[in-house]
């Protein structure tokens, strides 16, 4: 009987024991499922905080969106400020450019309207200056008149009794008179008074008859025929027709420009 108190006392005293260590674990369990549960609830993602999140993201997005049309257009306005600029410069330019030409154009117009004047001016001078020149050779021919008839009939007359017969007979070059022995013009007078380029008419110039042989005065230079003249040259060949003095085959002759074939031997005396 006593033994079986014993055991029962034993019994009684595991199993509270076993009690109480089930009952101190329970809260622990229980505090380990709490943790355990709020864990997990902070795991699981807040639908509050998430719609924050994506609408901060959205005002982000729209911000640079915002910023960088804002840049965008400060962007295209400063391009077109640029091109304002550009082209009121070059419009500046092209108005510059068209005043000078303006100016150009205006300047050259009164130029030329001044030459024009000038043209004119000198146009009525020349034409006065004529005139009054014309006036004064009328007069002198008026004055002249009778000494230049008798002038004139004494040259007739001295050329048509000094007109030759027969051209071939008649005349004699001065290789065949023994060389020309006479007064030579400088090369410099020669060059600008002398040779086929300087045609001239007797019939104007100073004349006289010197031991039978006409002669007449020519830019200070007296020339005396020594040979007649061809006889199919014209009557009046000395007043009509031009004539030029040159130097050739040792000797100087005078050529009418109408027969340029026959040259007359001259002397020249200064």
Not at 2 to 24: C, D, E, G, N, Q
Not at 81 to 99: F, G, I, L, S, Y
Not at 124 to 129: T, V
């Amino acid at each position: 009987m006593r033994i079986t108190r014993i055991i029962s006392a034993a019994s009684l005293s595991l199993l509270l024991s076993i009690a109480s260590v089930v009952y101190a674990q329970e809260p622990q369990d229980e505090k380990h499922r709490a943790d355990k549960d709020n864990k997990h609830e902070q795991a699981k993602p807040d639908p509050q905080h998430s719609s924050q999140q994506r609408n901060d993201e959205n005002k982000q997005q729209q911000h640079a969106q915002q910023q960088q049309r804002q840049n965008e257009n400060k962007q295209q306005q400063h391009a077109q400020q640029r091109q304002d600029q550009d082209n009121r410069q070059e419009h500046a330019q092209q108005q510059q450019r068209h005043d000078q030409d303006k100016q150009q154009q205006h300047a050259q117009q009164q130029q030329q309207r001044n030459d024009d004047n000038k043209q004119q001016q000198h146009a009525r001078q020349e034409r006065n200056d004529q005139d009054n020149r014309q006036e004064h050779a009328q007069q002198q021919r008026s004055n002249d008149r009778p000494q230049r008839t008798e002038q004139h009939r004494v040259e007739q007359s001295a050329w048509q009794e000094h007109r030759s017969q027969h051209w071939d007979s008649d005349h004699r070059s001065w290789q065949q008179r023994g060389g020309y022995h006479g007064y030579r013009v400088p090369d410099d007078r020669y060059r600008g008074y002398f040779g086929p380029d300087h045609g001239f008419r007797i019939g104007v110039l100073p004349f006289e008859v010197v031991g039978g042989y006409p002669r007449f005065q020519y830019n200070g230079y007296w020339i005396s025929a020594v040979d007649p003249w061809p006889e199919y040259w014209g009557d009046n060949w000395y007043d009509n027709d031009d004539v030029y003095v040159t130097y050739v085959d040792n000797g100087y002759y005078m050529y009418n420009r109408r027969y340029p074939d026959a040259g007359v031997a001259i002397s020249i005396s200064f």
